[in-house]
């Protein structure tokens, strides 16, 4: 997906790795979200409101997709009541996952913030580049190179 395009679906991954990124007027990269295997993926505010996405999408390793259009998904809950449910625990589980990661980000060091994610997701660790990984910190690759030594000689 790119920047500037209006999401028409919502995807879900069978397989693979992908990050959700923008791109700041210098052209940096920061990532807001990796998406593996059982996760979803895409710009919900963009599907749901049909305005122009500020997200860019990418794999990044070879990755199987399902997507679903805006019609499907709505003919989904209508069809089927209980995906509607099992939809809303998602997002929930989603923005409580969203606020944390916000407040991480203003009341966590970088050091901190890195322990988290490796904690939180050790199955992701090993699956992204330390380039994007820093990209997520909010650091250069550089300091995050200096950051993954200390915590591993813990």
């Known amino acids: 997906m790119q920047a500037g395009e209006i999401t028409k679906?919502?995807?879900?991954?069978t397989k693979g790795c992908l990050?959700?990124?923008?791109?700041?007027?210098?052209?940096?990269?920061?990532?807001?979200?990796?998406?593996?295997?059982?996760?979803?993926?895409?710009?919900?505010?963009?599907?749901?409101t049909r305005e122009p996405s500020r997200y860019f999408i990418k794999a990044t390793e070879d990755s199987e997709l399902l997507g679903i259009s805006r019609t499907n998904y709505d003919l989904l809950f209508q069809e089927i009541p209980k995906f509607e449910r099992f939809y809303r625990i998602l997002y929930q589980k989603s923005l409580i996952s969203y606020i944390r990661r916000t407040n991480h980000g203003i009341s966590l060091t970088a050091e901190e913030r890195f322990v988290v994610f490796k904690r939180k997701y050790p199955s992701i660790v090993n699956r992204i580049t330390q380039k994007d990984l820093a990209a997520y910190i909010g650091i250069t690759p550089e300091f995050m190179s200096k950051i993954i030594s200390k915590v591993n000689r813990m």
Do not use: Q, R
């Not at 679906?9 to 991954?13: F, K, V």
């Not at 007027?25 to 295997?37: K, L, N, Q, R, Y």
């Open 19 to 48: 990050k959700v990124y923008t791109l700041d007027e210098d052209g940096t990269p920061h990532i807001s979200m990796f998406a593996v295997e059982d996760y979803w993926t895409g710009d919900m505010a963009s599907f749901m």
């Open 9 to 13: 679906y919502e995807y879900y991954i």
